[in-house]
T-cell receptor
Framework: DTGVSQDPRHKITKRGQNVTFRCDPI?????LYWYRQTLGQGPEFLTY????????KSRLLSDRFSAERPKGSFSTLEIQRTEQGDSAMYLC??????????????FGAGTRLSVL | DAKTTQPTSMDCAEGRAANLPCNHS???????VYWYRQIHSQGPQYIIH???NNETNEMASLIITEDRKSSTLILPHATLRDTAVYYC?????????????FGKGTRLSVIA
């Protein structure tokens, strides 16, 4: 299967620890997005890459969060000094960067983070 | 904030058509209507999109009113596997610079 892959699927950590998630987009998709989803809410945008360049970050992305896409392929999202409020599903999506409305985003299954 | 309004939940009998409404009264001329759905414990899945004409694909049909202020997603023969949260999103047609803005969506329950 060549869909968006996220690892791990589940992560349990203690408050104050650092965690890192990985996203492997669909091959040759140059756009990669991170979203966060809390219970009962729709996904909320965090940040977005075009190739290796991080082009936009939302206000939700505090200074404890950092995302990278070093070679324009896979991406990592790191959360430092986790807090209980960071507990959520972290979703990754990729898109081919085609023109206009055909730029559909394809999502991975997400990483569910629980901060104790 | 999401620019759409959807009912919180709906039920549909298996085998019947599911009609999911969406209001987007402030939609701009260059904005498309997209529908995604999210099955429990999975990421959102693209269903269909349209600008002003009705659209149909293998998953669903999208009916957009002439004034473009509302739309309806139609699943012609709902199955239990269609139970999910359905999100209606309006988005500028661009090359991907605009992130998706999700609301809370409609939770569709397909009942046997």
């Amino acid at each position: 299967d060549t869909g968006v892959s996220q690892d791990p699927r589940h992560k349990i950590t203690k408050r104050g620890q650092n965690v890192t998630f990985r996203c492997d987009p669909i091959s040759e998709h140059n756009r990669l997005y991170w979203y966060r989803q809390t219970l009962g809410q729709g996904p909320e945008f965090l940040t977005y890459f075009q190739n290796e360049a991080q082009l936009e970050k939302s206000r939700l992305l505090s200074d404890r969060f950092s995302a990278e896409r070093p070679k324009g392929s896979f991406s990592t999202l790191e959360i430092q000094r986790t807090e209980q409020g960071d507990s959520a599903m972290y979703l990754c999506a990729s898109s081919p960067g085609l023109a206009l409305a055909k730029n559909i985003q394809y999502f991975g299954a997400g990483t569910r983070l629980s901060v104790l | 904030d999401a620019k759409t309004t959807q009912p919180t939940s709906m039920d549909c009998a298996e085998g019947r058509a599911a009609n999911l409404p969406c209001n987007h009264s402030t939609i701009s001329g260059n904005e498309y209507v997209y529908w995604y759905r999210q099955i429990h414990s999975q990421g959102p899945q693209y269903i269909i999109h349209g600008l002003k004409n009705n659209e149909t694909n293998e998953m669903a049909s999208l009916i957009i009113t002439e004034d473009r202020k509302s739309s309806t997603l139609i699943l012609p023969h709902a199955t239990l596997r269609d139970t999910a949260v359905y999100y209606c999103i309006v988005r500028v047609a661009d090359s991907g610079n605009t992130p998706l803005v999700f609301g809370k969506g409609t939770r569709l329950s397909v009942i046997a």
